[in-house]
Structure formats: C-alpha cells, structure tokens
C-alpha cells in the first residue's frame, strides 16, 4: 500500500504564547519553590512565564551566591533563542545583593538588550515604595554572613529595618520545605517586637506567597515575598494588570 504524503501544507499564525507578556525567569538549580509560586502569581490570561536553571551550590554563602554571577548570561541564551522577552527576572534574591543589581541588569542585556529587568529585591524595592512602607520587618532564611548583606542593601537604600528574623539554615532545599505556618508564626513574632509598616520575606525558596493576604487580614500591615514582589514587579514592567486583591494589599495597586 502506497502512503499518500501532503508536504507544504497551508497554515497561519497567530501571537503564539505569551502574547500579552512573555516573562523570563532565571532559576536557581536548587530552588523548589519560585516555579510553583510564579504560576499562581502570574496567572492572566496572555501572560507567560518561560524559565532557565542556573547551577548554584545548594549552601547559601556569599561566596556561592558570588559564583554565579558569570553564569546568568548563558542561562539566559536558553530561553527562546533569536526571540524576545518583555521581561527578565533573575531569580536570586540574595545573589542579587552580593553581586550588585547593576551587575545583574549588564549580564541579562548581553542576552534580551531590549527587556525590561528585575530582580526579587528590585521588586522589593519597589513594593515597599508602592506601599508607601518606610519601616521593614525582614525575615530570612539564611545565615549570619548572608543576612548582613542583606540588612546593609536594604538600609542603604533608605529604608529602616526595626526588627530582623532568620531561620539560619543554609541549605537551600531545606528551605523550600520549611512549612508555611513556621514562616507565618515567625513573622507574628517579629511584629511583636516593632512597629513596621510592612513585612518582607526574602528568599525564593520560602512558601509564602499564597498566605500573603491572610497573614495581611491577621496583623493588618502589607506583607509581601521575593516571588510574591517578583511577580508584581513583571506585571508592572510589562505594562499587565496587577489588580488582583486575593493575593494581598499590594496586587491592589497600580
């Protein structure tokens, strides 16, 4: 039997995926958690998310976070190569702070020049300026030599940081099972101890994102994450809607 066979078919195209916004996000290798976070967050219809890993180590040191500086770039070149991203996210949020955001933007415009950047602490930054929040309560994860960094980036930027929190544990899958209701009582602590305007999560790996507006509901102040910022902050960049206030006080804003 003679197969029939029907080459240069006709067909047509249309936007394909992510019309609306096509977001890139840098991965740590050994991060649990953003993925599964970043797709309830950015959840809109048009909007996607197309990701990359970056080795890291899985202890969380500055030398570690340090090291992967050189790898961004090539990380970035496996996402959708000769297309175009509206945004890049790196997705480190204390990598960000030991290497410098500057640094971050250079290495992902050799990549995506015309994309918009972020970062888990840009976008944290900008949170905090949306929210009007000028005093931050701070938990982490990470350990001594990692949370001063991060005290220091914040600070320097004009914010205060009345009370700061840390589970000190540097392994990082570790920290991607570190169970909400820890995180959530951890933060009633430290609220305990200051007055903050706002409470701030960082790192990628902490499960918080989706308890944001309860634990809001609970103290009565703003609570945000590094993916639960990172993820407001790529709607904004890509000129999407942000308004969705089952996720907390600050997808209320503009």
């Given amino acids: 039997m003679t197969t029939a066979t029907l080459e240069h078919l006709p067909f047509t195209t249309d936007a394909g995926i992510g019309e ?48 992967m500086g050189e790898r961004i770039a090539p990380a970035l070149e496996l996402i959708l190569p000769g297309s175009t991203l509206d945004v890049v996210a790196f997705g480190c949020t204390s990598a960000t702070m030991v290497l410098g955001e500057d640094f971050v933007f250079a290495e992902i415009a050799r990549v995506q020049p015309t994309a918009r950047s972020t970062t888990p602490i ?71 101890r200051s007055d903050a305007d706002a409470v701030f999560v960082s790192c990628t790996s902490m499960r918080i994102a989706a308890r944001c507006a309860e634990i809001e509901a609970r103290t009565g102040i703003p609570v945000t994450s590094s993916n639960h910022a990172l993820a407001w902050h790529c709607l904004k960049l890509a000129n999407a809607n942000t308004r969705r206030p089952e996720l907390g006080q600050l997808f209320t804003l503009e």
């Fill in 122 to 192: 840009t976008a944290a930054l900008a949170a905090f300026e949306a929210l009007g929040a000028k005093r931050i309560a701070v938990l982490t994860p990470y350990t001594r030599d990692v949370n001063i960094v991060v005290q220091a980036f914040i600070e320097e930027r004009g914010f205060t940081v009345p009370v700061f929190g840390s589970f000190n544990e540097p392994d990082d899958p570790t920290v991607g099972r570190i169970d909400s209701e820890s995180i959530e009582n951890a933060i009633c602590r430290l609220l305990d």
């Fill in 20 to 67: 609306k916004a096509r977001i890139g996000t840098i991965i740590l290798a050994a991060d649990h958690t953003i993925e599964h976070e970043l797709r309830r967050l950015l959840a809109l219809p048009g909007v996607d998310i197309f990701a990359t890993r970056i080795a890291c180590d899985t202890r969380v040191t500055p030398a570690s976070l340090r090291d």
